[in-house]
């Protein structure tokens, strides 16, 4: 069983920046695929950004460029850097694993088995 904890949402005003944490537990965690995805009021959850096992990223394009997501296997910890934050950032944000050894690209909830309980990200304008 795997857990995910997220941290380091918050409020922050437009053209700021955020750093979101996830802590995950496990002895496999070089074998996890990490997601971040988010969810605003009354939307589908999307997906933000992906770094396979082997260190490859994706990103969607409305954060390309501005946001990073990097991974630390001796902390088992996958970050998300949000720079230059819109008010169309603003939701719950999930970080989601999966066991894949596979580079390829998962942008789709279902291919995640993983969840973290979210951290809401609000900017302002």
């Known amino acids: 069983q795997v857990q995910l904890v997220e941290s380091g949402g918050g409020l922050v005003q437009a053209g700021g920046s955020l750093r979101l944490s996830c802590a995950a537990s496990?002895?496999?965690?070089?074998?996890?695929?990490m997601g971040w995805f988010r969810q605003a009021p009354g939307k589908e959850r999307e997906f933000v950004a992906q770094i396979t096992w082997s260190g490859v990223t994706f990103y969607a394009d409305s954060v390309k460029g501005r946001f990073s997501i990097s991974r630390d296997s001796a902390q088992n910890t996958a970050y998300l850097q949000m720079n230059s934050l819109k008010p169309e950032d603003t939701a719950v944000y999930y970080c989601?694993?999966?066991?894949?050894?596979?580079?390829?690209?998962?942008?789709?909830?279902?291919?995640?088995?993983?969840w973290g309980q979210g951290t809401q990200v609000t900017v302002s304008s």
């Open positions: 989601a694993a999966d066991t894949k050894w596979s580079s390829s690209y998962y942008a789709r909830p279902s291919e995640y088995e993983y």
């Open positions: 496990g002895r496999t965690f070089n074998s996890y695929v």
